[in-house]
């Protein structure tokens, strides 16, 4: 039988009754856009994240963008940021009209590297954007002295310990196949500053508060209250998600899968949105497993800095970040999601075992 890279609907299909209940509360209520459920979960987010307040916007994109904007950060302005991650994160600088400037990662966590960082800080640098790649917490310490505001792109990591405090804001997409998920799209803005919040609630809403009078020229990017009603049931399930996640990571370690690849490194705040290994081979063990109906892929293999958008920012400066293009070429995800079968894993492990042992032999 072919095994997903994500199993989404495994997560939810027990909570199925529950879903259609809370769907039918909301038909039967009618409203439909900033209602009851979305004001409840963004209180119940902003209690869990430990922030004082959060905004439901649409996506996750959105929620960089309007932060961006609510810091004012525009043409002139730069914003350091990974390549190694999703292209929306430097879509939403580019967005505003600023320029993302790319920093290398760590070799290890794969998050942006802060040494690095701290060397391509200018005056012109308005926003630091580290991003919390796959589940693993990026470190934040160093890059608080640098006297420049962080904003955390959380997109992959809802859950994981010690996100969303530190920097003036963090933001979280809904994609079905991330950790918090939802039916569809969704995001969230979580803000340590309160003014920038209330900045952020009105930028998603056209710049108004009454759609009467328009204080800034805005957007219309707000949380499906349909969605909210299914996130606020599915927060309540997340730490147990995220605990498999765990659990299944550490089981792929006790099945020697370490012996043939670079393991992603465990610490207590990762949640394993993707599993993620490294190694040479990664082509020869990419199609082992396709040919045995096991899903896989490999993230960024063209990283942000190298993609034909970019070419106006890296035209007059070639952009050399070593350890970026390393992990691109290396990076392999194997199956992985919350309740994935131990059966499952032990045959992702058989596969890469015997594709590893022909190709020493060959």
Excluded at 64 to 86: K, Q, R, Y
Excluded at 99 to 105: G, K, L, R
Excluded at 249 to 255: F, G, I
Excluded at 354 to 360: D, H, L, P
Aim: with cysteine.
């Amino acid at each position: 039988m072919p095994v997903p890279l994500v199993d989404v609907r495994a997560q939810y299909e027990r909570l199925i009754p529950q879903i259609l209940g809370r769907f039918q509360e909301v038909l039967e209520s009618g409203t439909f856009i900033l209602g009851p459920n979305v004001k409840a979960f963004e209180e119940e987010t902003a209690a869990y994240l430990g922030v004082p307040q959060t905004i439901g916007v649409a996506n996750g994109t959105d929620a960089l963008v309007l932060v961006l904007d609510a810091l004012e950060i525009g043409a002139g302005d730069e914003v350091i940021c990974p390549s190694f991650t999703f292209y929306a994160t430097a879509e939403a600088i580019m967005r505003t009209g600023a320029t993302p400037v790319f920093a290398d990662i760590d070799p290890v966590t794969l998050n942006i590297d802060p040494e690095d960082v701290a060397a391509r800080v200018t005056e012109r640098t308005r926003a630091i954007m580290p991003v919390h790649l796959f589940g693993r917490p990026a470190d934040l310490e160093p890059l608080t002295g640098l006297g420049v505001p962080l904003i955390e792109d959380a997109a992959q990591a809802f859950g994981a310990r010690g996100i969303a405090t530190t920097g003036v804001a963090s933001t979280f997409s809904f994609f079905p196949t991330k950790n918090l998920f939802a039916l569809g799209d969704g995001g969230l803005v979580a803000a340590t500053d309160e003014e920038l919040a209330d900045r952020v609630r009105l930028l998603r809403f056209h710049g108004s508060r009454d759609k009467q009078t328009f204080t800034y020229v805005g957007t219309n990017s707000r949380l499906d209250e349909l969605q909210a009603a299914v996130l606020r049931l599915f927060l309540g399930e997340l730490d147990g998600w995220n605990r498999a996640r765990r659990e299944a990571a550490a089981r792929y370690a006790e099945l020697g899968l370490g012996e043939f690849c670079e393991l992603p490194e465990d610490e207590p705040g990762h949640v394993y949105h993707m599993y993620v290994v490294r190694t040479p081979e990664r082509l020869r063990l990419a199609e082992a497993l396709s040919a045995a109906g096991i899903a896989n892929a490999s993230y960024y293999v063209t990283p942000t800095h190298l993609q034909p958008a970019l070419e106006r920012v890296t035209r007059a400066e070639p952009v050399i970040l070593p350890e970026t293009e390393r992990a691109s070429r290396e990076n392999l995800a194997l199956p992985m999601w919350a309740g994935i079968p131990a059966e499952v894993q032990e045959r992702v492990v058989s596969v890469v075992r015997e594709a590893s042992t022909v190709g020493a032999a060959s």
